[in-house]
């Protein structure tokens, strides 16, 4: 009955001229299984071994039930002992002559490396050379003729785009799993050389440095982080893009380590305040904190406070799109940057030089002084309370002249300014005297930004200080 009144409703409407509403096709949900069929024969399940070595007081055999086995156990000599520990991972075959590209953290301290074929067949691999910086390893097994992944290209990736993970997540080998892109260019805490890849494809402790998929059956990233609470998955999983990667492995293959440039700044982040107070319309590009004395940077006239819009025409539209530019570009290079300098934009050209192998989350190190005795100083309506930095301590910092923060409230606590901070700059130009700071106070009108450069344990900052009211 339903169906007989839709079809009259339907020849009224044509009667009367009018179009009967289309009924809208079903939408078709990807099948995976061909590329699985083709692409899942090159994904590998790696398993390492690992001897760990460790000192520890133990006591006499047969003695574990005695009273005093606590006494023997304090007092006994320490002993070396040793026990072999596993791991697991995944991988995939770049080339037919057995090169496997993998995670950094899946063969870490590995003693022995196993490469388990999709069809059974198993290798011991040789550690060719591993990246923590990107979290790349490159593996060679003894074998020909093998089946290879096809590669994508990640600028064609977009966000909302089916992707395929294949891996083997708690040792469940050729495990295969599916969602989306979720974003593009993730930058994570102490990662300032990979623009990860965010999916929600489920990706467990296994999937690491496997190979995530397009509906092309190419790869485009190596799975190897996840965001979660509980240790498991929790819908958000981060990829290595695969041309990060491929730069990485051939560096490689050739040498056995990675070679990055440095120029020798500090660099930030770029708020929206700041950007309005370097006269910037958006807060984009990587605001220059501080320059190494006789760095590349210095020799080549960068200056704290210049703002990096661009490298040999690549955009900085982040702070930490500059490590990658630069960690992209062989040591030795000539490399123009465009900067912001002074509310106009300029260009100076300098040299790279190589970074040294180094932990790249090692912070600043830290400056103790010693106390100074306060003297009067006036709070500012900006909320500063600041005194001359002593002449002594200034040389031992390396700078001429400082105001260190007595005391702070109101407009520069809500900037961030702390109690201890030294006040050496203000936007690209260093203080010379306590009257250039009042001044340029007393000229930023009510709702504008000042952009004040700081000392803070050693370490050079900018922050944005918005007056409250106008400064007499």
Not at 59 to 74: L, S
Not at 81 to 105: C, W
Not at 234 to 250: N, T, Y
Request: include cysteine; hydrophobic fraction near 45%.
């Amino acid at each position: 009955m339903q169906f007989r009144k839709l079809i009259l409703c339907s020849a009224l409407l044509a009667a009367l001229g009018g179009v009967a509403p289309a009924i809208a096709a079903p939408q078709v949900l990807p099948d995976f299984t061909q590329l699985v069929e083709e692409q899942g024969r090159a994904v590998v399940n790696i398993r390492t071994v690992q001897t760990v070595r460790q000192m520890v007081r133990d006591v006499p055999e047969g003695m574990q039930n005695d009273p005093f086995a606590d006494f023997f156990r304090r007092f006994a000599p320490p002993q070396l002992h040793e026990y072999r520990t596993g791991g697991m991972g995944s991988g995939f075959i770049l080339s037919a002559d057995g090169y496997v590209l993998t995670n950094a953290h899946v063969v870490a301290d590995a003693d022995e490396m196993l490469v388990t074929l999709n069809d059974r067949r198993e290798y011991k691999a040789k550690l060719i050379g591993s990246d923590a910086r990107t979290d790349v390893a490159l593996l060679k097994i003894d074998a020909a003729n093998l089946p290879v992944v096809k590669l994508g290209k990640v600028e064609q990736l977009k966000v909302g785009a089916w992707v395929l993970a294949i891996g083997s997540p708690f040792g469940f080998e050729s495990t295969v799993t599916s969602g989306i892109v979720s974003a593009k260019g993730r930058q994570l805490p102490d990662e300032s050389y990979v623009p990860f890849i965010q999916t929600d494809a489920a990706i467990n402790p296994g999937n690491s440095g496997g190979p995530l998929f397009n509906l092309n059956g190419e790869v485009v990233g190596i799975n190897s982080q996840i965001y979660s609470r509980s240790g498991g998955f929790m819908g958000i999983s981060f990829a290595i893009p695969i041309d990060v990667a491929l730069d990485v492995a051939e560096q490689l293959k050739k040498s056995g380590k990675v070679s990055r440039s440095r120029i020798g700044v500090s660099i930030q982040d770029m708020s929206r305040e700041l950007a309005m107070s370097f006269g910037l319309k958006e807060p984009q590009g990587a605001l220059i904190s501080s320059v190494e004395k006789g760095g590349p940077a210095d020799i080549g006239g960068v200056r704290a406070g210049d703002v990096v819009q661009s490298v040999n025409g690549q955009p900085v539209q982040a702070s930490s799109d500059l490590p990658r530019l630069l960690g992209a570009i062989k040591p030795g290079s000539k490399i123009e940057l465009a900067l912001w300098r002074n509310r106009a934009a300029t260009r100076v050209n300098l040299t790279t030089v190589a970074m040294q192998d180094e932990d790249p989350s090692t912070a600043a190190r830290a400056y103790h002084g010693k106390q100074q005795k306060d003297s009067d100083a006036a709070m500012t309506s900006s909320g500063l309370s600041v005194q001359v930095l002593a002449p002594q301590l200034a040389q031992q910092l390396g700078i001429k002249f400082g105001l260190q923060v007595r005391k702070v409230e109101g407009a520069a606590e809500k900037a961030g300014v702390m109690a201890g901070d030294i006040i050496v700059g203000v936007g690209g130009t260093d203080l010379v005297n306590a009257k250039q700071l009042q001044d340029a106070l007393a000229a930023t009108a009510p709702g504008q930004s000042l952009a004040m450069r700081l000392l803070r344990q050693g370490a050079s900052l900018f922050v944005a200080l918005v007056p409250e009211k106008k400064t007499r």
